[in-house]
């Protein structure tokens, strides 16, 4: 016999205390396991249940993926009910954590690729203008008569024949100037 996957849990059990929820685990798992050898809905008798018992205590299993539920099942089917309830409810808190880091890291890949891409769209159109660009705005921006910043840009721009977005740009680059 192997430790195999359980099968879909209720999640409110994991609110029940410790010994009650680790004998709703050794409830579930011996219906799991008559029910995959073919014996339910016939009645379990005492007997069967016992086999069940000695069949997941004698399991070694060295799946990673399953060691804590593993570790759960032999604890409540070795009589400590309350220690299996215990390392069962930290088992699927755990698996839920699992779960949902796992939606989210891709969620965050993807999203740090967008910023990426959105980034260096940006940064392509703040690369526009040479500079040589920026050095001939400079110069003319010296020369103008005494005006403030915004109307020399203005009048770069236009005597350059830029478009209105590259006001922001010039006004940067003549102020360093």
């Given at each position: 016999?192997?430790?195999?996957?359980?099968?879909?849990?209720?999640v409110?059990?994991l609110?029940?205390?410790?010994?009650q929820l680790?004998?709703?685990?050794?409830?579930e798992?011996?219906?799991?396991r008559?029910?995959?050898?073919?014996?339910?809905?016939?009645?379990?008798?005492?007997?069967?249940?016992?086999?069940?018992?000695?069949?997941?205590?004698?399991?070694d299993?060295?799946?990673?993926?399953f060691?804590?539920?593993?570790?759960?099942?032999?604890?409540?089917?070795?009589?400590e009910?309350?220690?299996?309830?215990?390392?069962?409810?930290?088992?699927?808190?755990?698996e839920?954590?699992r779960?949902?880091?796992?939606?989210?890291a891709?969620?965050?890949?993807?999203?740090?690729?967008q910023?990426?891409?959105?980034?260096?769209?940006?940064?392509?159109?703040?690369?526009?203008?040479?500079?040589?660009?920026?050095?001939?705005?400079?110069?003319m921006?010296a020369?103008?008569?005494?005006?403030?910043?915004?109307?020399?840009?203005?009048h770069?721009?236009?005597?350059?024949?830029?478009?209105?977005?590259?006001?922001r740009?010039?006004?940067?680059?003549?102020?360093?100037?």
């Amino acid at each position: 016999m192997e430790v195999l996957p359980f099968q879909p849990f209720r999640v409110e059990w994991l609110d029940l205390p410790d010994d009650q929820l680790g004998a709703r685990l050794l409830t579930e798992w011996a219906c799991y396991r008559l029910m995959k050898n073919g014996v339910l809905p016939q009645p379990v008798t005492p007997e069967l249940l016992q086999k069940i018992r000695d069949e997941t205590l004698a399991v070694d299993d060295d799946d990673p993926r399953f060691l804590g539920l593993g570790k759960a099942l032999h604890l409540v089917c070795g009589g400590e009910a309350a220690r299996g309830g215990k390392l069962f409810r930290e088992y699927m808190i755990g698996e839920a954590r699992r779960q949902v880091d796992r939606k989210f890291a891709a969620e965050g890949i993807k999203h740090q690729k967008q910023v990426r891409r959105w980034s260096g769209r940006g940064a392509d159109a703040r690369r526009k203008y040479s500079d040589t660009d920026k050095a001939r705005w400079r110069q003319m921006a010296a020369s103008l008569p005494p005006m403030s910043m915004g109307s020399a840009a203005e009048h770069i721009r236009k005597k350059e024949e830029l478009p209105k977005s590259a006001l922001r740009t010039i006004r940067r680059v003549i102020s360093k100037g």
